[in-house]
């Protein structure tokens, strides 16, 4: 189960961005704000305010771990909103350095300094469902030019976010149901950094796409935003056998309970354990072992009673506007380094086609002829590109607009600027994640931005 492709930076170099002031915001006063939770005290950085790792539920720990969120005690005094909370338990990968915290239910909140009642957009990170934090995404950008308040959440991952035993009440859905309480929270107290709560966008890129699409299914969250922005991410993304790496098996997304509980009691016995008690009992460095063995959320759930992509289909979603898109080359950089660290080559696409589409290869092979798209490897990731991305959400977005206003895009800027410091192996055009760069400045860097790209970016 572990896999590669939803990985928001592909840079494992890139540093978590931790927001420093700069010139004369030193110098200004800080912003204080009093939350349901207690009194926090923020950042002057430019033009916006900036607090961080504000507690949003209790942390999930000993005999929290595995449970649906809980709210977080009130605090005392004036709580230090000027440094992220810890990210949540994940192997070195977008963060080099990784964590082993479960004690990481913490969000950010970057507004105009002189914000009232201004839209709010409650970001959830991409990363695979096993990697990521929302500290990575600096938001000032998006704030100043938006004129809009933002919210970069954490939530829990991989084994901590998505495990499943049998009897376990929220089994494969731990993640999702963290989610709700940020947005929870935002509807209490986003009002006092000047934002308001009848207007939230929930928006999200790759897994964090598929968890807003899964919270547009998701009756627990009725209610809870208004608006809804899915990136490179849907209801129903999947992929078939051999796509982005040799011997991947096909799957969805979003998988049953009863494999996810199923799941669940095989690794228990790994581990030495015959229920979630003993399982509670364990060190969070123990379970960093199977970290990746889940990261698929599950229905037939009380947060998602339905398989999403069945569910928008049925028209069984909240009724809110959506953006919805991907970008034009999102395979790239996986197919880049297919054949072992380098693109794929001609005999493997001739072998790995074979193998994946059987008595369809023929059909394949002549709806992408080689010599249009100029290499077998560059010929692989449109193929990728189109099953895997494109045509899901596009399949999403037709079923939620049968029902509510979609507005459909793609990003095709041919050269973004990269997401990882190494010379690519092969051309990258608009990979995967190369979107965000419009929005965020990514673990502490500005991006590079042509003029023509810096106008697409502001428009």
């Known amino acids: 189960m572990r896999r590669r492709w939803l990985m928001t930076l592909v840079s494992a170099g890139a540093a978590a961005a931790v927001l420093v002031p700069g010139g004369s915001a030193a110098a200004a006063v800080d912003p204080v704000v009093r939350t349901g939770g207690g009194v926090v005290r923020g950042q002057v950085l430019g033009t916006t305010h900036v607090f961080q790792g504000i507690p949003y539920a209790a942390p999930p720990v000993g ?35 990784g964590s082993t915290s479960e004690d990481c239910l913490y969000l950010n909140v970057t507004a105009p300094a002189t914000a009232k009642h201004r839209p709010v957009v409650v970001w959830v990170h991409g ?54 309480a940020a947005l929870r929270w935002v509807r209490a107290n986003i009002g006092a950094f000047g934002g308001d709560p009848h207007n939230v966008t929930i928006a999200g890129q790759s897994a964090g796409a598929m968890s807003v699409c899964a919270q547009l299914t998701s009756p627990p969250a ?28 096909a799957a969805t997304i979003f998988q049953p309970l009863s494999s996810v509980t199923e799941h669940g009691q095989e690794v228990a016995a790994d581990l030495g ?40 289909r049925d028209g069984r979603f909240h009724r809110v506007p959506v953006l919805s ?19 794929m080559s001609e005999q493997t696409f001739d072998e790995v086609l074979d193998e994946t589409f059987g008595t369809s290869a023929g059909e394949v092979r002549s709806t992408y002829p080689t010599r249009e798209y100029g290499s077998a490897a560059l010929t692989w990731a449109a193929i990728v590109t189109d099953r895997m991305w494109t045509c899901p959400q596009y399949t999403t977005s037709g079923g939620l607009a049968a029902r509510t206003t979609v507005h459909q895009y793609e990003f ?3 050269a973004p ?43």
């Open 63 to 97: 005999g929290l771990r595995w449970r649906n969120p809980r709210p977080h005690t009130r605090w005392s005094g004036v709580r230090d909103a000027t440094r992220p909370g810890q990210a949540c338990a994940q192997l070195p990968g977008e963060l080099p350095e």
């Open 127 to 180: 990363g695979g469902f096993f990697m990521g934090a929302g500290a990575n995404y600096d938001a000032r950008r998006l704030v100043e030019r938006g004129d809009v308040v933002v919210v970069t959440i954490n939530y829990r991952l991989g084994v901590f976010g998505f495990f499943g035993m049998p009897g376990l009440a929220g089994s494969g859905t731990f993640g999702l149901a963290d989610q709700q």
């Open 222 to 249: 009725a209610g809870l935003f208004h608006k809804a922005v899915l990136q490179s991410g849907s209801c129903a993304t999947e992929y078939l056998d051999n796509f982005e790496y040799r011997g991947e098996r």
């Open 273 to 312: 354990c015959a229920d979630v008690a003993c399982l509670r009992k364990l060190p969070a460095t123990d379970l960093m072992a199977v970290q990746q063995e889940f990261i698929l959320p599950a229905y037939d759930t009380p947060a998602l009673p339905r398989y999403p992509g069945d569910a928008v």
């Open 325 to 343: 898109g991907t970008t034009r080359d999102e395979a790239r950089p996986w197919i880049a380094a297919y054949d072992h660290g380098a693109p």
């Open 412 to 414: 095709a800027d041919p």
């Open 417 to 459: 600027p990269p997401l990882s410091p190494a010379p690519p192996t092969m051309p990258l055009g608009a990979q995967h994640a190369s979107d965000l760069w419009s929005f965020f400045d990514l673990g502490g860097y500005q991006p590079p931005f042509t003029p023509a790209q810096q106008r697409l970016s502001t428009r």
